[in-house]
Each structure stands twice: as structure tokens, then as C-alpha cells.
């Protein structure tokens, strides 16, 4: 408030004597046009006395007629109606001067009232690398409020999921709900995140609201593969093993993430287990795999951080069509590459006849699962043999 006063009054000021200045200006400019047409018009009365068309005594008259005028126009006058019209005069300056600072305030109160000025000061703390989370955090909540866009609720949603506070997610998500975009597959994602903060806020347990919106996103977006996944949790949860299987299986035919679709096949193999589901009832999605079993030589030479790129490729093909990605323990007992391992969606073991093994070394923080150093190769093999495939890995 103390900056706002300041600034006021270095508005006012600064115009104020903009405003002097100006006047004073048109004073001095007047009475030098007095004084330069008082000259000139006595020269003219001396050139035509001299000329001989006026007397002396005229000319004297003339100029005594000048002075006067010259007097009454540079003396401020005293009568009523000479008052009146100088002030008539000094009303247009003055409004002038006030419509300039109603204008400058104005213009700076709006500024500051349409929040242009904190997303200058963010864009320049962004460009300096100065921001810090919570000034990240108070800029998208601000931004949201002000505009109130479901884009800017989902942005302010993901950053308090990023905090892990899922109970502020919520709100954001529901407040981006209630004026939702209109293309459906910008509702699905937001609901989809929604879904996941209310799963995550109950400390993973299933209530009506999730199953709510589970059941919005699925009215949408029937192969949601992580509404799927939740609707699955929401089946396991009720005792209903069957339908838990059945839907964790669509999850998976649809899902793209490797973690997310390993997180699901435990699902699935802890629901048979409890629930006695057997092949016959729900076949399972793996129909082709190879074994494979691992010995490695010079293991102290591996980093803390180095990890196995396990993947089978077509022949003459970069691509790998299925892929696994473990730690040195994992490859001490034995390993199934299936059909269900596919880095991306397109062909899996179950389209292949022949292919060519493929080990890799890596770092765990590597995020491209194709990349790494490659220490082992095993060409030729067939899919979907009973048999136990060695490779054995030099450092």
C-alpha cells in the first residue's frame, strides 16, 4: 500500500510540474510576442512619420496608443469580468492535468489488477533461473484464479501431485472440472489424473468417488489402460478376482508403460492365487516366451549403477520387439522374455519365428532402453521353445 501512495505522489508531482512548466512556457512566449509587436509597430510609426504620412503629433498619439495596449496586456487584469476569464482559461489546464493523472493512475491500477506485472516478474525469475518452487507453485495458482481455464487448474493439479499433496490435487482437478474443455480427450486426461489423486489421497484404498470417475473416464475412453487398472483395484477390492483378472488383462493390451504393465501381471497372478483362478477360467496373455539363463564373468567390474538391457530383436532389424530391464540380481535366476514385453505397440514374440538376442550394459539413470554397450549376442532363435537358452556375459 506504502509503494502504491509513492508512486501516487511521484505521479501527481512529476505531472504537476509538467503542467507548470507548460503554462510558464506559454507566459514567456506571450510576452516576448508583446514585446517583439511593440517594436515593430513603433517602426512602422517612425517610417511613416518620416514619409510624411502622418504628423508628428500623430505618431505620438499612435505610440501612446501602443504603450497603453502593450500595458493592459501584459498586466494582469483587475475587473470581474477579466477574472472570470482567466479563470475560464486556467480550467482547461487544469482538468488537463487531472485527466493525465486519472489516466496514468489508472492505467498502472489495471496493469497491476490484471496480474501482468507477477507474470513479468515470473517470465524474468524463469529467464534468470531464480524461481523456486514455491514461487513456481504461488504463480500457477495465481494464474488460475485469475483466468479460470481448466488448463490452468490441471497445470496447478500436476504440481500438487508433484508435492504430493493429493488432497490439493483434488481440488485443483475438480475446479478444471467445472468448466471442462471441450475436446473429450482433454477430459479424459484430467480425469484420469483426478482418478489417480483419489486413489492415492485414501492411501490406496477404493471409495465411491473413485469409482465415479472411473466410470466417466470408461464411459469415454473405453481402453484407458490406467482407468482399466483402477477399475481392476475396484474389482480385486470387492472380492470379484474374476473380473479383477479379466480387466487387468485389457489394461495391459492397452498400456504402454513396461512398469505399468509388470505392476499389473502381479495383479494378475496374486488374483489367481486368491481367487483359484486357473488358465482354463481365464487364459492367460503370455502365448510365446523364451528362457533364458545368465552366468557372468568378472562381476566386480560392474558399476553400482549398471544394469541389463535384455532384448529380443527380428534379424537384420534395430528395433527390439521385446525387452527387459534388470539389475545384475535379477539375472542370476532364470529369465522369460514373452509377448507382453514389447517396448512399443506393433509386433511381439507371439508375430516372430526367429530372433536374435541381444545383451546390453547400461546405467540405471540411462532413460532410452535401446541405448548401451552391447556384451553378449545370441542369433537365430526360435520362439516359444521349452528350452533354457544360455548366455554367458564377459566384462
Known sequence: MLSWILM??????????????VKRTMLEDTESDLANFSKVRAAEIDDEC???????AEASVLKADLATE?????????????????????????????????ATLGSVALYQHLGFSKEVIFTEKMRSGNITQEGMSE????????NQRPQD????????????????????FEQAMNNPPEDPNDVVVILTEYAQSIFFANQRKVDPKLESVIAQILAIDANNSTA?????????????????????QQAIKFGASIAEREGLLQGIQQAREIG?????????LISHKIKLSFSIENPDKL?????????????????????????????????????????????????????????????????????????????????????????????
Open 70 to 102: 502593450i500595458n493592459l496586456a501584459s498586466e494582469p487584469s483587475k475587473t470581474i469580468r477579466d477574472n472570470f476569464t482567466q479563470n475560464a482559461g486556467r480550467l482547461p489546464s487544469q482538468m488537463f492535468a487531472l485527466i493525465l493523472v486519472m
Open 276 to 284: 483359484g483362478i486357473t488358465q482354463e477360467q481365464v487364459p492367460s
Open 303 to 395: 558399476a553400482s549403477d549398471a544394469v541389463f538391457l535384455v532384448y529380443a530383436k527380428l534379424p537384420l532389424r534395430p528395433m527390439p520387439i521385446a525387452i527387459k530391464r534388470l539389475g545384475h540380481e535379477a539375472l542370476l535366476s532364470q529369465v522369460e522374455l514373452t509377448n507382453l514385453d514389447n517396448l512399443m505397440p506393433g509386433m511381439t514374440l507371439a508375430e516372430a519365428q526367429k530372433v536374435d538376442l541381444v545383451v546390453k550394459l547400461a546405467s540405471s539413470s540411462d532413460q532410452d532402453l535401446t541405448k548401451g554397450l552391447e556384451i553378449a549376442k545370441l542369433k537365430d532363435v526360435l520362439v516359444n521353445q521349452n528350452k533354457v537358452f544360455h548366455i554367458s556375459i564377459e566384462l
Open 139 to 146: 504463480f500457477l495458482l495465481f494464474r488460475a484464479e485469475k
Open 153 to 172: 487448474w490441471f497445470f496447478v493439479a500436476q504440481d500438487k501431485v508433484s508435492q504430493q499433496d493429493y488432497l490439493g490435487a483434488q481440488f485443483a
Open 8 to 21: 501516487g505522489a511521484i505521479l501527481v508531482l512529476s505531472l504537476t510540474y509538467v503542467a507548470y512548466y
Open 228 to 248: 482399466l487398472g483402477l477399475q481392476g483395484i475396484i474389482e480385486f477390492d470387492r472380492g470379484a478376482y474374476k473380473e479383477a483378472v479379466l480387466v487387468w
Open 50 to 56: 518620416q514619409s510624411g504620412r502622418i504628423s508628428d
